[in-house]
């Protein structure tokens, strides 16, 4: 076995046992291996305003990006959520700060997965909480392909996805309910059905409003978990 096999078998041995240990303990796993350095939270964001900024200076893909209010402990974890089939729209938040990528033409779509990449490899070392099936799949089994150019199709079996709603909740409104907590605004009412309509008469504010209720909302079960 070749040095770089060992080493992706070892990498990968370990986030499976995490990911394991992690779901299994309490509701979603509290502090386990979450707890990182203000600096280093710091560090990231700016490392992910870089690439944000630069995306934005091709004109193909779109951004949006806001800050929340409250305090935001320094865990290794981000939200995401992806809109369309094929995803259009890739929305995460990491501390205190909600980004929003997408592209209004199809033809540009290369050019979002690309800075979905680079934000990736930025987000290696956190848990990605997610609230469906979804962004898993296409994380580890489509994206790969998408970027022909990346060699390594070992980073993508390492990410490190956790989708929340397996933890006994059948939606998101019933999983806020259940831990008394409020559904932000959606205007689509929680029916993602209509993304790929909606894309096409360019009503990209409603899908952006959608996949800011799905962060949020996802980001409370979150918070209330962990």
């Known amino acids: 076995m070749s040095t770089t096999n060992s080493i992706s078998s070892i990498v990968k041995t370990k986030v499976k046992t995490k990911i394991e240990g992690f779901q299994n303990y309490g509701a979603l796993g509290m502090n386990f291996g979450l707890r990182s350095d203000p600096k280093e939270i710091n560090h990231l964001i700016n490392a992910i305003n870089e690439v944000v900024s630069r995306a934005k200076e091709g004109d193909t893909v779109k951004t949006r990006q806001f800050e929340l209010k409250g305090k935001f402990p320094p865990y290794k974890y981000a939200i995401i959520d992806l809109e369309g089939d094929p995803p259009k729209f890739f929305g995460f938040v990491v501390s205190n700060q909600v980004y929003q990528i997408f592209v209004t033409k199809t033809k540009y779509l290369l050019d979002l997965y690309e800075t979905v990449w680079k ?88 899908i952006m409003e959608h996949n800011k209720s799905c962060l949020l909302s996802t980001l409370k079960i979150v918070q209330k978990d962990i």
């Not at 397996?166 to 806020?176: I, M, S």
């Open 119 to 206: 934000i990736l490899n930025l987000l290696i070392d956190f848990y990605l909480f997610t609230f469906s099936n979804h962004e898993a799949r296409f994380f580890k089994k489509i994206l790969p392909f998408k970027l022909k150019e990346v060699n390594d199709k070992t980073f993508f079996k390492v990410l490190k996805i956790v989708n929340v709603q397996k933890r006994n909740f059948e939606g998101l409104v019933p999983a806020l309910y259940s831990l008394n907590e409020c559904s932000y605004h959606d205007p689509l009412l929680r029916n993602s059905k209509n993304i790929e309509l909606h894309f096409k008469n360019g009503d990209y504010y409603l």
